[in-house]
Protein backbone atom coordinates (compact mmCIF):
# COMPACT_ATOMS: atom_id res chain seq x y z
CA UNK A 1 0.00 0.00 0.00
CA UNK A 2 1.03 3.55 -0.90
CA UNK A 3 1.68 6.17 1.79
CA UNK A 4 -0.54 8.38 0.15
CA UNK A 5 -3.45 5.33 0.07
CA UNK A 6 -2.39 4.65 3.59
CA UNK A 7 -2.97 8.34 4.57
CA UNK A 8 -6.50 8.66 2.73
CA UNK A 9 -7.02 4.75 4.46
CA UNK A 10 -6.52 6.94 8.17
CA UNK A 11 -8.44 9.83 7.14
CA UNK A 12 -11.42 8.00 6.30
CA UNK A 13 -10.99 5.82 9.30
CA UNK A 14 -11.18 8.88 11.92
CA UNK A 15 -14.07 10.09 9.30
CA UNK A 16 -16.24 7.55 9.66
CA UNK A 17 -15.22 7.23 13.38
CA UNK A 18 -15.43 11.05 14.35
CA UNK A 19 -19.04 10.65 12.33
CA UNK A 20 -19.73 7.53 14.64
CA UNK A 21 -19.20 9.47 17.92
CA UNK A 22 -21.83 11.94 17.14
CA UNK A 23 -24.25 9.25 16.06
CA UNK A 24 -23.55 8.27 19.63
CA UNK A 25 -23.87 11.97 21.17
CA UNK A 26 -27.03 12.28 19.95
CA UNK A 27 -28.42 8.71 20.38
CA UNK A 28 -27.41 8.33 24.30
CA UNK A 29 -28.02 11.75 25.30
CA UNK A 30 -28.04 11.71 29.36
CA UNK A 31 -31.12 10.57 31.43
CA UNK A 32 -33.84 11.15 28.93
CA UNK A 33 -31.98 13.40 26.45
CA UNK A 34 -32.32 16.52 28.02
CA UNK A 35 -28.42 17.29 27.36
CA UNK A 36 -25.94 15.58 25.40
CA UNK A 37 -22.47 13.79 25.71
CA UNK A 38 -19.13 15.40 24.99
CA UNK A 39 -16.62 14.08 22.48
CA UNK A 40 -14.81 12.12 25.13
CA UNK A 41 -18.30 10.90 26.63
CA UNK A 42 -18.96 9.11 23.41
CA UNK A 43 -15.41 7.77 22.68
CA UNK A 44 -16.05 6.28 26.25
CA UNK A 45 -19.20 4.69 25.31
CA UNK A 46 -17.28 3.44 22.29
CA UNK A 47 -14.67 1.98 23.62
CA UNK A 48 -16.71 -0.66 25.85
CA UNK A 49 -18.98 -1.66 22.80
CA UNK A 50 -15.83 -2.53 21.35
CA UNK A 51 -14.03 -3.88 24.26
CA UNK A 52 -16.81 -6.02 25.97
CA UNK A 53 -20.02 -5.74 23.35
CA UNK A 54 -22.21 -3.50 25.35
CA UNK A 55 -25.00 -1.77 23.29
CA UNK A 56 -24.22 2.19 23.82
CA UNK A 57 -27.25 2.68 25.57
CA UNK A 58 -26.13 0.16 28.19
CA UNK A 59 -22.21 1.55 28.23
CA UNK A 60 -23.98 5.35 28.58
CA UNK A 61 -24.33 4.72 32.53
CA UNK A 62 -21.34 3.56 32.70
CA UNK A 63 -19.17 6.55 31.49
CA UNK A 64 -18.88 8.96 34.39
CA UNK A 65 -16.41 11.36 32.43
CA UNK A 66 -17.72 15.12 33.61
CA UNK A 67 -16.78 17.82 35.73
CA UNK A 68 -15.41 16.48 39.25
CA UNK A 69 -14.90 12.77 37.55
CA UNK A 70 -11.37 12.37 40.53
CA UNK A 71 -9.49 10.55 36.64
CA UNK A 72 -11.87 8.35 36.47
CA UNK A 73 -13.96 8.11 32.97
CA UNK A 74 -15.69 4.86 33.43
CA UNK A 75 -16.70 1.88 35.32
CA UNK A 76 -17.96 -1.50 34.56
CA UNK A 77 -18.03 -4.28 36.21
CA UNK A 78 -18.10 -7.89 34.37
CA UNK A 79 -19.56 -10.00 37.12
CA UNK A 80 -18.99 -13.21 34.39
CA UNK A 81 -15.44 -12.88 34.74
CA UNK A 82 -15.12 -11.16 38.00
CA UNK A 83 -13.33 -8.16 36.37
CA UNK A 84 -13.68 -3.93 37.09
CA UNK A 85 -12.87 -2.08 34.47
CA UNK A 86 -11.73 1.25 35.11
CA UNK A 87 -10.52 3.78 32.27
CA UNK A 88 -9.38 7.29 31.41
CA UNK A 89 -10.39 9.26 28.21
CA UNK A 90 -7.79 11.85 27.04
CA UNK A 91 -10.03 12.85 23.61
CA UNK A 92 -9.79 16.30 21.55
CA UNK A 93 -11.81 15.76 18.15
CA UNK A 94 -9.10 18.16 16.35
CA UNK A 95 -6.18 16.03 16.98
CA UNK A 96 -6.18 12.90 15.92
CA UNK A 97 -2.03 12.31 14.88
CA UNK A 98 0.09 10.14 16.66
CA UNK A 99 1.53 12.61 18.78
CA UNK A 100 2.47 11.54 22.40
CA UNK A 101 -0.61 11.25 24.72
CA UNK A 102 -0.17 13.19 28.38
CA UNK A 103 2.30 11.11 30.05
CA UNK A 104 2.34 12.61 33.62
CA UNK A 105 -1.59 12.51 33.14
CA UNK A 106 -1.83 8.70 32.34
CA UNK A 107 0.73 8.08 35.65
CA UNK A 108 -1.75 10.29 37.87
CA UNK A 109 -5.08 9.47 36.62
CA UNK A 110 -5.99 6.83 38.80
CA UNK A 111 -3.87 7.36 42.28
CA UNK A 112 -7.51 9.19 43.80
CA UNK A 113 -9.11 5.98 43.04
CA UNK A 114 -6.38 3.48 44.12
CA UNK A 115 -6.42 5.53 47.30
CA UNK A 116 -9.78 4.94 47.97
CA UNK A 117 -9.56 1.80 47.82
CA UNK A 118 -6.53 1.71 50.42
CA UNK A 119 -8.95 3.61 52.74
CA UNK A 120 -12.20 4.53 53.14
CA UNK A 121 -12.83 8.28 52.39
CA UNK A 122 -14.34 9.33 48.55
CA UNK A 123 -12.78 12.42 47.37
CA UNK A 124 -15.48 15.48 48.65
CA UNK A 125 -15.37 16.66 45.01
CA UNK A 126 -16.32 13.62 43.14
CA UNK A 127 -19.99 14.06 41.43
CA UNK A 128 -22.65 11.83 42.79
CA UNK A 129 -22.65 9.26 39.81
CA UNK A 130 -18.67 8.32 40.52
CA UNK A 131 -19.62 8.20 44.47
CA UNK A 132 -21.84 5.34 43.43
CA UNK A 133 -19.67 3.81 40.81
CA UNK A 134 -16.70 4.07 43.05
CA UNK A 135 -18.56 2.56 45.92
CA UNK A 136 -19.74 -0.29 44.18
CA UNK A 137 -16.20 -1.22 42.90
CA UNK A 138 -14.39 -1.12 45.79
CA UNK A 139 -16.95 -3.43 47.12
CA UNK A 140 -15.89 -6.17 44.03
CA UNK A 141 -12.77 -5.38 44.33
CA UNK A 142 -11.88 -5.96 48.09
CA UNK A 143 -15.51 -8.07 49.17
CA UNK A 144 -15.64 -9.60 45.75
CA UNK A 145 -12.26 -10.37 44.70
CA UNK A 146 -12.79 -8.95 41.24
CA UNK A 147 -9.49 -8.41 39.60
CA UNK A 148 -9.25 -4.29 38.34
CA UNK A 149 -8.20 -3.64 34.96
CA UNK A 150 -7.39 0.12 34.03
CA UNK A 151 -7.42 1.54 30.39
CA UNK A 152 -5.99 5.00 29.21
CA UNK A 153 -8.29 5.75 25.57
CA UNK A 154 -7.00 8.40 23.90
CA UNK A 155 -6.77 8.85 19.27
CA UNK A 156 -3.24 9.82 20.48
CA UNK A 157 0.04 7.81 21.03
CA UNK A 158 2.50 5.72 23.71
CA UNK A 159 5.38 4.67 22.13
CA UNK A 160 5.89 1.21 23.85
CA UNK A 161 8.61 2.81 26.60
CA UNK A 162 6.34 5.16 27.69
CA UNK A 163 3.53 2.55 28.14
CA UNK A 164 6.15 0.46 30.66
CA UNK A 165 7.63 3.70 32.29
CA UNK A 166 4.02 4.57 32.72
CA UNK A 167 2.83 1.05 34.30
CA UNK A 168 6.12 1.46 36.48
CA UNK A 169 5.41 5.07 37.40
CA UNK A 170 1.70 4.26 38.48
CA UNK A 171 2.53 1.10 40.33
CA UNK A 172 -0.26 -0.73 37.89
CA UNK A 173 0.43 -3.81 36.07
CA UNK A 174 -2.85 -4.41 34.57
CA UNK A 175 -2.53 -1.29 32.88
CA UNK A 176 -4.22 -1.13 28.98
CA UNK A 177 -3.60 1.69 26.55
CA UNK A 178 -6.31 1.58 23.68
CA UNK A 179 -5.01 4.57 21.79
CA UNK A 180 -4.16 5.44 18.00
CA UNK A 181 -3.34 2.46 16.26
CA UNK A 182 -5.59 0.00 18.18
CA UNK A 183 -8.47 2.65 17.62
CA UNK A 184 -8.00 2.58 13.86
CA UNK A 185 -8.16 -0.97 13.66
CA UNK A 186 -11.21 -1.70 15.62
CA UNK A 187 -12.70 1.09 13.35
CA UNK A 188 -11.92 -0.98 10.45
CA UNK A 189 -13.02 -4.15 11.76
CA UNK A 190 -16.39 -1.92 13.10
CA UNK A 191 -16.15 -0.74 9.16
CA UNK A 192 -16.00 -4.51 7.80
CA UNK A 193 -18.65 -5.59 10.08
CA UNK A 194 -21.21 -2.99 9.13
Known sequence: ??????????????????????????QCGRGAGDSLLSDAQALGIWFLHQEVGMAYDEANPCVLDDKNDCGVDFIWEDKDSKRVLVGQVEYDSRNWTKQPANEKKAIATFSEFRHYLEKDSLPERLHSAGQ?????????????????????????????????????KSGLKDYDFFTHDELLERGEEFLDGQ
Open 132 to 168: NAWRHAKKAITQEAYTARYYFVTPKNFSEAQRERIRH
Open 1 to 26: MTVAAQEYETEHLVKFLKEEFERIIV
